[in-house]
């Protein structure tokens, strides 16, 4: 069977540039990064040229980036390093926005447990944060604002910049997932104003568990694992060269090829989305019209028409031979709808009977009628049986 991938959201493949330049640091030259002989320094210095750059691609010092197992931990180290060194100071409320992912949403759970207050402000029905919500909410004691880049379920493009602009001026630093934008729109640190921003590799056709964390200079932030000295102390632990150069060599692959290739999956992703909005006419697309993600399609079906199980959706797509997602990969397998879809107004059947196609590098225009045809296929056959 072809098989057709339409979850880049969720991972991509690693791209036969990457691998080739990774290659190199898992054989011959292996060594440890911190050893003192040929070996190290070779390792050492493929490092530091990786990070150097990705930092350049977003506009950062290479000081100010720390290389980490990927975004989820690029982003606990940023909430709770943040947070704690700012209760030194006295100051302990956090503020986010509904629609993060997990690992920014647990993390938030995690410090309101360990005393913090926490602020999570609504979004709109369109998935966006109000950055007049944000100032409302500040308060003499926040200490960070955590509101992602782009989101992975809908791909709605949040106003960091506004809001950094409003909270920085107050002495507030803002951290932003930029796991999903990176690659697909500018992603620039003086930009966007930000103090703290997470990146990881697998969503940008580089290694699975390398990501990186901005932090600025001068932001008050505080290492979480303490170990040997890597990372100038403030992540330790042997670094992963061989992914760290393959994450280097994604971070230019991906913005090489930006522009034209991120106008190249709009149409295609348009393109579906005509065919989808014509054999249903009243399908939903979640996220927001003008600010979203060019390669990310999320729809919701009519549940009052059609009650539908989005796992149900996933794997009788799979079933044809086409990988899409019912929301978040991260929370598939769960049966709960979407809290991102229901933070953005969806009622929880509605939220159910979501799929989310994610073009990439690998999709091609004869692949659009052949989708079409199996979603049609699909819903058609669930509906009958959800109908008996
Ligand atoms: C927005 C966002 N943040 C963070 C992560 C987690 O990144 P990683 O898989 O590198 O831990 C993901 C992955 O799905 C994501 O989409």
């Known amino acids: ?28 030259e292996f060594g440890n990064a911190s050893s003192a002989h040929w070996f190290g320094r070779k390792a050492k210095d493929a490092l530091e040229g990786a990070r150097n ?44 926005e509904a629609a ?72 507030v630093p803002v951290h932003t997932d930029a796991v999903q934008s990176v690659g697909k729109i500018p992603v620039d640190v003086e930009d966007l104003g930000v103090q703290l921003l997470t990146l990881s590799a697998h969503k940008i056709y580089g290694p699975k568990g390398i990501g990186a964390l901005y932090v600025r200079q001068g932001t008050a932030w505080e290492p979480v694992f303490h170990g040997g000295g890597q990372e100038r102390g403030k992540r ?33 992703r348009d393109a579906l989305q005509r065919e989808l909005r014509a054999a249903f006419p009243r399908i939903l697309v979640n996220g927001h019209p003008d600010f979203r993600l060019p390669h990310l399609l999320s729809v919701s079906f009519d549940a009052g028409a059609m009650p539908m199980e989005g796992e149900m959706l996933v794997t009788n797509m799979d ?10 990969a991260c929370t598939s397998g769960s ?32 692949e659009l009628p052949i989708v079409a045809g199996i979603v049609r296929q699909v819903v058609e056959r669930m509906t009958k049986v959800t109908r008996k």
């Open 236 to 268: 330790p632990g042997t670094e992963n060269v061989a992914s760290a150069v393959g994450f280097a060599a994604a971070v230019e692959l991906v913005l090489e090829e930006r522009e034209r290739e991120m106008q190249r999956l709009q149409l295609l």
């Open 100 to 171: 993060e992912h997990h690992a920014v949403l647990d993390t938030c759970e995690y410090m309101r447990d360990e005393g913090f207050s926490v602020t999570v402000l609504e979004v709109d029905a369109e998935g966006r944060l109000s950055p007049e919500s944000v100032e409302r909410a500040l308060q003499p004691g926040t200490a960070l604002v955590s509101v992602m880049h782009a989101n992975n379920e809908v791909g709605t493009i949040q106003p960091v910049k506004e809001i950094s602009r409003i909270t920085v001026g107050r002495g």
């Open 319 to 328: 079933l044809e031979g086409v990988a899409v997602s019912s929301g978040s």
């Open 1 to 28: 069977m072809d098989r057709i991938y339409l979850d880049h959201t969720a991972t991509t493949p690693l791209a036969p540039s990457v691998l080739e330049a990774m290659q190199p640091y898992l054989t011959g």
């Open 335 to 366: 049966v709960q709808p979407s809290h991102v879809l229901l933070a953005m107004g969806r009622d929880p059947g509605t939220a159910k009977a979501t799929l989310r196609f994610s073009f990439g590098r690998g999709n091609s225009q004869e």
């Open 53 to 96: 750059r990705i930092a350049r691609a977003i506009g950062a010092k290479p000081s100010e980036l720390f290389f980490t197992s990927g975004g989820t931990e690029a982003n606990n180290l940023a909430i709770q390093g943040a947070l704690r060194a700012a209760r030194k100071r006295g100051k302990t409320h956090l503020i986010s």
